[in-house]
Nanobody
Framework: QVQLVESGGGLVQPGGSLRLSCVAS????????MGWYRQAPGKQRELVAT???????DYVDSVKGRFIISRDNAKNTLYLQMNSLKPEDTAVYYC??????????WGQGTQVTVSS
């Protein structure tokens, strides 16, 4: 079992940057996959980026070249660096950890609003 706490969201102008953090209650070294998802009002939750324990990353096409997922195992923390933000990036961003390939744990979410 793992608890996840996200932070770093806020209001930013188009073209700006934010860095989201997700702190886990236990070591993340052995967690199979961790990732960031987002849910905009009236839309389904979608995958943004994932990272395996081996360091393999994957991104949804709409954020490739703008967002970077990374992890600091010593701090039990997953990050999402978001650059060149667009209004369509506005959503609640959630952190997810997958254990044993089947058990998914979610954080409470952090709001990101991109607006001028």
């Amino acid at each position: 079992q793992v608890q996840l706490v996200e932070s770093g969201g806020g209001l930013v102008q188009p073209g700006g940057s934010l860095r989201l953090s997700c702190v886990a209650s236990r070591s993340i070294v052995s967690i199979n996959t961790m990732g960031w998802y987002r849910q905009a009002p009236g839309k389904q939750r979608e995958l943004v980026a994932t990272m395996t324990s081996g360091g393999t990353t994957d991104y949804v096409d709409s954020v490739k070249g703008r967002f970077i997922i990374s992890r600091d195992n010593a701090k039990n923390t997953l990050y999402l660096q978001m650059n060149s933000l667009k209004p369509e990036d506005t959503a609640v961003y959630y952190c997810r950890a997958t254990l044993f390939a089947t058990l998914n744990y979610w954080g409470q979410g952090t709001q990101v609003t991109v607006s001028s």
